[in-house]
């Protein structure tokens, strides 16, 4: 069985998939245009979305589509053909996205850029810094990814608000919503993830209005897809 490997750094996947069976077939390399054959060669892919999508545009298709992202918006294009089965990765960000946005709160919390700054000009920083004790944190978007984040924030002593499409109790969080509540829960949260999938339903969904809504010192991450951001 021969299987492509389309993917920006190839070779990461690659090198992972022959240490777990080295007797693997395996085709790989970033560029569509040089893999037309391949495609039709192997029944199971392996890659990015944008890749794909740009292979599968030269009329071949394989079996199976194993994609390297969460997301799968270029596969779903109105010109692509969708009689394959298509599996996205799940299960493998939680852990990453969690660290990511950690180190973002307590940046700021602990006034960090400030005191490197400082410390550059060799000056001693004295301000009080904060602490994320107490704080609100509200998750726009509590799935597999949102739940991890949440998870490594209980140490730490906030207060958890999450969104989801339908209204239901989520652990660890304090209180739940929907899309919906956001006017109410952006009232009171100190901090706003957006770990939003990219769908119609929420394009553009952060606007002037939602923002105006914010208290003057929340900060607002963006975690998820951009295109639910009005620019």
């Not at 996947?13 to 970033?30: F, H, R, V, W």
């Not at 904060?130 to 207060?159: D, S, W």
């Not at 952006?186 to 002037?208: C, G, M, R």
Request: proline share 5%; glycine share 8%.
């Amino acid at each position: 069985m021969h299987i492509l490997v389309l993917a920006s750094d190839y070779t990461l996947y690659t090198d992972e998939l022959l240490k777990l069976n080295p007797s693997l077939q395996l085709i790989a390399g970033n560029k569509p245009s040089d893999l037309i054959d391949a495609g039709r060669k192997c029944s199971i892919w392996l890659g990015d979305p944008h890749l794909v999508a740009e292979l599968l545009r030269f009329g071949v298709k394989p079996k199976w589509i194993q994609s390297t992202w969460a997301g799968i918006t270029p596969l779903m294009a109105d010109d692509l053909s969708r009689d394959y089965i298509l599996t996205r990765a799940v299960g493998v960000f939680g852990q990453l996205m969690a660290e990511y946005l950690l180190t973002y709160f307590l940046a700021h919390e602990r006034q960090l850029i400030e005191r490197i700054d400082y410390q550059k000009e060799g000056k001693w920083y004295d301000r009080q810094p904060g602490t994320l004790k107490g704080r609100h944190i509200m998750i726009v978007g509590a799935g597999e990814i949102g739940c991890c984040v949440a998870q490594m924030l209980v140490p730490f002593g906030v207060n958890l608000i999450g969104i989801t499409n339908t209204s239901r109790s989520i652990s660890p969080f304090h209180q739940c919503g929907t899309l919906e509540d956001l006017p109410r829960f952006l009232e009171t949260a100190d901090y706003v993830v957006n770990l939003l999938p990219n769908t119609p339903q929420t394009q553009n969904i952060w606007n002037a209005t939602l923002f105006a809504q914010m208290k003057p010192t929340a900060i607002f991450i963006n975690a998820g897809r951009g295109s639910a951001v009005v620019d």
